[in-house]
């Protein structure tokens, strides 16, 4: 079992950066992909970012490249999600997941979710 936990959402300005961590328990975690994907009101759930139990090479968005930097520290048990020069296109609640296989369409495991949302 691995259990999520998200924090840093928040508001901010279009322009501005945010933070997001992504603790989890479980002494498997680095066995797992971890991900971050969101959903804005109305919208499908999208992966914005993700990466392998090894880290390796990321996959992002193409909403979010060039912008947003997902990292992990296996010895803390902690996944970070580093969103620069944010939009309001960006506006969602943002989920941390993980999971064996990186089957993001319906990860094993889910967060409860932080707000972002980013004014114009």
């Known amino acids: 079992q691995v259990q999520l936990v998200e924090s840093g959402g928040g508001l901010v300005q279009a322009g501005g950066s945010l933070r997001l961590s992504c603790a989890a328990s479980g002494r498997t975690f680095s066995s797992y992909a971890m991900g971050w994907l969101r959903q804005a009101p109305g919208k499908e759930r999208e992966l914005v970012a993700a990466?392998?139990?090894?880290?390796?090479?990321?996959y992002y968005a193409d909403s979010v490249k060039g912008r947003f930097t997902i990292s992990r520290d296996n010895a803390k048990n902690t996944m970070y999600l580093q969103m620069n020069s944010l939009k309001p296109e960006d506006t969602a609640v943002y989920y941390c997941?993980?999971?064996?296989?990186?089957?993001?369409?319906?990860?094993?495991?889910w967060g409860q979710g932080t707000q972002v949302t980013v004014s114009s």
């Open positions: 997941a993980a999971d064996h296989s990186a089957h993001w369409s319906n990860p094993a495991y």
């Open positions: 990466l392998t139990w090894s880290g390796g090479i990321p």
